[in-house]
C-alpha cells in the first residue's frame, strides 16, 4: 500500500511559495524523477522519518556525511556541549589546529589545510588557488563531474545539472565557460589533446577520483596514474574532488584507497559531520601561496566555526579509531550488490552496478557505465519507476538516476534484506 504522504504534499505547494521550486537544492524536487519530494522531520541510525510519519531506509545518508548514521550520540553530544560555549568567535581556536591535526594524520599527502564552509567553496577556492600558483588561467574538469556551483564549474557538469539537463547556465559569462575545458571521463587520450591544444594555459586538471555525480562512476586502471603524469611534466595542478570520497572510501579517501596522490584535496559535508563545512589542502610548497602566507585571497567569518569542527571532527576521530568500519561498511554495500544482481539476472533485467565501497549506483542498461555519455544512454524512466516502487516502499534512493548512493554503517543486515525484499518486487511492466 502506497504510504500516505497528505502532509508532505501540502508543504511543498506551501514551500512553493516562498523558495524557488519549494527547495533549497534542485535535485530535492524531483523534478526527473516525478512526483512530490517527501518533507523529512527526523532520522536517526539508518532511517529517515517524514512530516506524515513514514520511516524509510536511507541510502543518501545526506549526500554522504552520515557515514555512521544519523544522530551518532558523540556527535550530537559533542555539538550540544560546544554550543554553551557560543555558536562564532570569527577568531582563531585551539579545535581548528586539533582539526587541521587529525586530518594530516588521516590523509599523508596534505601539509596544511584551509577550513571554508562548503564543497563549492573549496573547489572554487582550490582552482583560484592553483591560478595563482602557476600563473595560468584554464582548468580542465571532466563531463559530468560536480564540483559545486562556483562558475568556473557549471560546464557540463553532472549532479543537479544533468538530473534537469541544464546544458548552459545563464548568468555564467562566455569569459568564465572559455577558460574551463571538458574532456570525457575515463578517456586519457582526451586529456593529452587538450594539454597539447593548450600548451603552457592550463593552471589545474580537477576530478572526481571516484564519480558520484552522474551514478558512481569508477576509474578505469592507470587512468589518473596518466593524469598525473601528465601534470607532473606540463605543471599542471592536480585536484582531486574527494567532497563525496574522503573519509568514506578510506581514512585517507581515494587518494589512499587508490594508492594516488593529488597536489590539492577538497572536501565537504563529510568533514562536518553533517554540517555546513569543506576545506581545501595540500602540498605546502601550493598552499602556502593562500593569504595570510601568500596573495592568493581566501577569507570566511564561519571558516573554521566552532560547531561544524567539533561536529566533523568527532566523527573523523571515531572514523581513525576504528578503522573497521571501512570493511563492514564494504561487505554490506558488496552484499546488496550480489543480491541486487541476482534479482535483476533472474528477473532478465538488464543493468549495471557500479561499486567502490559503501558508494553504488544501479543503471538500467546492457552497456558498462564509465563516463557520462554511457550513464545518459541508460533507461532512464526505468529507473525513475524504479525509485518510486521503493520509496513507496520505504527504500528511499537518491531521486536521480545521475546520483550515487551512500550507505551508512547504521545499516543492519535485517534493512539490507529489507531493501532487497523490496527490489525483488519490482516489474519493469
Ligand atoms: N547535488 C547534490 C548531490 N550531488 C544534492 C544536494 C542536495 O540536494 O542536498
Known amino acids: 500500500m502506497k504510504p500516505n504522504i497528505a502532509h508532505s504534499i501540502s508543504l511543498f505547494e506551501r514551500a512553493k511559495q516562498s523558495i524557488p ?52 550520540e558523540p556527535v550530537v553530544k559533542a555539538i550540544q556541549e560546544k554550543a554553551t560555549a557560543s555558536t562564532s568567535f570569527g577568531a582563531p581556536t585551539l579545535l581548528e589546529i586539533e582539526m587541521a591535526e587529525l586530518i594530516k594524520s588521516m590523509v599523508k599527502n596534505v601539509d596544511l589545510i584551509r577550513m571554508v564552509s562548503s564543497g563549492t567553496e573549496a573547489c572554487m577556492s582550490a582552482v583560484r588557488l592553483a591560478r595563482g600558483y602557476t600563473g595560468k588561467n584554464k582548468i580542465i574538469k571532466f563531463e559530468g563531474c560536480y564540483h559545486g556551483h562556483a562558475d568556473c564549474f557549471l560546464v557540463k557538469a553532472g549532479s543537479g545539472m544533468a538530473t534537469l539537463n541544464i546544458q548552459t547556465v545563464p548568468g555564467v559569462t562566455a569569459g568564465v565557460s572559455l577558460d574551463t575545458l571538458t574532456a570525457p571521463y575515463n578517456d586519457p587520450e582526451a586529456v593529452k589533446k587538450l594539454v597539447e591544444e593548450n600548451k603552457n594555459e592550463i593552471a589545474a586538471i580537477i576530478i572526481e577520483p571516484v564519480v558520484g555525480n552522474m551514478g558512481c562512476i569508477l576509474p578505469e586502471k592507470n587512468y589518473l596514474e596518466g593524469i598525473r603524469k601528465i601534470c607532473d611534466e606540463e605543471n599542471i595542478v592536480f585536484i582531486f574532488d574527494e567532497v563525496m570520497t574522503g573519509f568514506r572510501l578510506a581514512p585517507g579517501g581515494a587518494q589512499e584507497k587508490l594508492n594516488i596522490d593529488a597536489d590539492l584535496v577538497t572536501y565537504g559535508k563529510v568533514i562536518g559531520g553533517g554540517l555546513p563545512v569543506g576545506a581545501f589542502g595540500g602540498k605546502k610548497k601550493i598552499m602556502e601561496h593562500i593569504a595570510p602566507l601568500g596573495n592568493v585571497y581566501q577569507a570566511g567569518t564561519l571558516s573554521g566555526n566552532p560547531i561544524a569542527m567539533i561536529a566533523g571532527y568527532t566523527m573523523l576521530k571515531e572514523l581513525k579509531d576504528h578503522p573497521e568500519t571501512y570493511k563492514e561498511l564494504d561487505e554490506k554495500c558488496g552484499y546488496l550488490e550480489k543480491n541486487l544482481h541476482e534479482i535483476f539476472d533472474r528477473k532478465n533485467i538488464k543493468h549495471r552496478i557500479n561499486r567502490m ?36 516502499s520505504g527504500i528511499y534512493l537518491p531521486p536521480s538516476a545521475y546520483e550515487s548512493w551512500f550507505l551508512s554503517n547504521a545499516l543492519t543486515y535485517e534493512d539490507l534484506d529489507e531493501t532487497i525484499k523490496v527490489a525483488d518486487s519490482f516489474s519493469e511492466q
Request: proline content about 5%; overall charge negative.
Open 357 to 392: 565501497g559503501s558508494m553504488i549506483s544501479l543503471h538500467f542498461c546492457d552497456h558498462d557505465v564509465i563516463d557520462f555519455e554511457s550513464a545518459s544512454k541508460a533507461d532512464i524512466p526505468l529507473f525513475n519507476k524504479f525509485f518510486h516502487h521503493m520509496l513507496e
Open 21 to 72: 521550486g519549494g527547495v533549497n537544492s534542485p535535485v530535492r524536487a524531483f523534478k526527473s524523477v516525478g512526483g512530490t519530494p517527501v518533507f523529512i522531520k527526523s532520522a536517526k541510525g539508518a532511517y529517515l522519518f517524514d512530516e506524515d510519519g513514514n520511516k524509510y531506509i536511507d541510502y543518501i545518508n545526506s549526500w554522504g556525511p552520515m557515514i555512521l548514521g544519523h544522530g551518532y
